[in-house]
């Protein structure tokens, strides 16, 4: 009796495998869940796994008296896996309602992460729409680094900077900058009140309850890090690049004269950017300029740079604006990948000012080598402190060899090419990525690909050697 009995344990537990078997891979049960994390070797969670947005409708109902934000957002996105829940990413705020595909959902909260278990599952391949309605106080995040990104008071009103993971504090999302998606953002603020975001005004209208609602419109894909809004009183001006990109600065009124001279070539620098990079990459152009003092950074938000007061130059304007084509057009793949966009923008500094009767960029080269501050101020920075490509951790990723050295290794291309094969490789680059993302492993092999050079001296000492080059 005792072998038979035992058999047909087995035979019924076998049974219950296949049952389970099947139910997972062809049944009725199709998904599971989708990563918390997207494993960015400096910010492990940021992002989610198992699906990519393809656009954001954020509706958001701020009032600067008392810091109360009301939001709702339409996520639609494509599932890249079968899903039985999702994650977004939120820091802070109370999430009232969850649906998905219009069905009432499941959510929870721990840490930043918002888990939502939709009351069917997601099919791979499946396009669902997530609703979040959310509210709250909003609060700034402070990074690795000690600097405040997320939500920021600005005396009488607010702006929403992302850089790295502070996007997260006011709206929920997939912030990771792998995952580009297109945006609509529309603010409603008391009357009075600018609002100014990414991309387009689509509409500005009085909502007949004392409060304007601003409509606006991204057409081309951002990454999360660099969605914008601001909020507060700014005089608002309005031109054209001469090609016909439409340019919109607001400045923050006890900053506008100072602002002007740094502004006024803004149109020019996008003409001169194609000419050196290729076509602008988006359909607006401009600057929101906050009350000074309230922020410790400038940030290369997409369309309209954000800068903390009256820029300090017009560099820093054309360093913002090339990141237009190198972070924003072409963004990194993940955080260690930061270089691709500060040293792409500072030599493009460099750039600028060679093609407008400052220093060479070979001048600049050499100045460095020699920590002569007299041609460039961040000479005696200490950009040989670790590889550009490399930095040691998240804390390091704005620091100057991101930025300078980064600068250093593209010059260092450029004396081996020259400048005829140099330009064509900045300009393929931002054609060949435009809207996408990419490496540092993606630009070291085009590179090579591009300009037909064997440049493997320059990656190993330069972008990826640790000390100072000799
Ligand atoms: N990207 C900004 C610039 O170069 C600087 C910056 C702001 C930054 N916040 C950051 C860089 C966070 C790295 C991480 O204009
Ligand atoms: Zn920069």
Known sequence: MEPRARSRLSVTAAAVLLALTAACTGGTVQGRPGAAGLRDPYFPKAGNGGYQVEHYALDLDYDPADGQLNGTAVITARAEQGLSSFNLDL?????????????????????NELTVRPAEDLKKG????????YAGKPKALADPDGSEEGWITTGDGAVGVGEPVGSMTWFPGNHHPSDKATYDITLTVPRGYEAVSNG???????????????AWHSPEPMASYLATAAVGKYEVTKGRTPSGVAVYNAVAPEEAA??????ARLPEMVEWGSGRFGPYPFSTAGAIVLPGGTLAYALETQTKPVYPGA????????????HQWFGNSVSPKS?????????FATYAEWLWAEDHGGHTAQARFEAFLAGDTEVDAEADSDWAAFPPAAPPGPEHISGSPVYQRGAMVLHRIRQEVGDEKFFALLRGWAADHR???ASTADFTAYAERKTGHDLKKVWDVWLYGEGRPR
Request: proline share 3%; no cysteine.
């Open 91 to 111: 820091s802070g705020l109370r999430v009232e309602d969850v649906t998905v595909q219009g069905a009432a959902a499941r959510f929870n909260r721990t840490g």
């Open 126 to 133: 499946e396009v669902f729409r997530t609703e979040v309605d």
């Open 200 to 214: 387009e005004l689509r509409s500005r209208s009085d909502t007949g309850d004392g409060r304007t609602e601003f």
């Open 258 to 263: 100072l602002s002007e001279g740094p502004l």
């Open 311 to 322: 820029p300090a130059d017009e560099e820093l304007v054309l360093h913002e604006l090339a």
């Open 335 to 343: 955080w260690k990948d930061m270089w691709l966009n500060e040293g």
């Open 435 to 437: 809207h996408g993302n």
